[in-house]
């Protein structure tokens, strides 16, 4: 699995998110009480941007005007239609086995890991000179 460095994480505060882009795909990255969730941005429905959804907590319902709301469970709704996807695994709300959205698994790392081990990627040595910013390759 190859990772993708997307944001460091005082990007993305408790209950914003931010989009964007791994391979031409738009990805949108959730931050919920310091948890990090990825889905594809597009809603299978018609192709909404989910990152301009609204992310709430799920809430059921067994007889009319009676509502519980679970606050363990998140889901964005989809601006357009208001399909609504569980953010941890895609999944549609209404009919789980049937739509879903794409997600991707996150991790957390500090930069020092970035540099050795599994997920090394590769740098070059960078100075700064008065207004400019130098790479030597």
């Known amino acids: 699995m190859a990772y993708f460095v997307a944001a460091e994480i005082d990007e993305i505060r408790p209950g914003q998110r931010k989009l964007v882009q791994v391979n031409g795909r738009d990805i949108v990255i959730f931050n919920v009480s310091g948890s ?72 957390v790392e500090s930069g020092e890991k970035l540099l050795e081990g599994r997920l090394a990627v590769q740098s070059y040595p960078v100075r700064t000179d008065d207004t400019y910013i130098l790479i030597d390759v």
């Open 36 to 107: 990090f969730y990825a889905l594809h941005n597009r809603c299978p429905h018609q192709g909404a941007s989910l990152c301009d959804g609204l992310l709430t907590i799920a809430v059921t319902s067994k007889e009319p005007g009676i509502y519980d709301f679970d606050e363990t469970r998140n889901v964005i709704r989809c601006p357009w239609h208001a399909w609504e996807f569980d953010i941890r695994t895609g999944r549609s709300w209404c009919e789980p086995n049937r739509f879903r959205v794409r997600s991707y698994k996150t991790e």
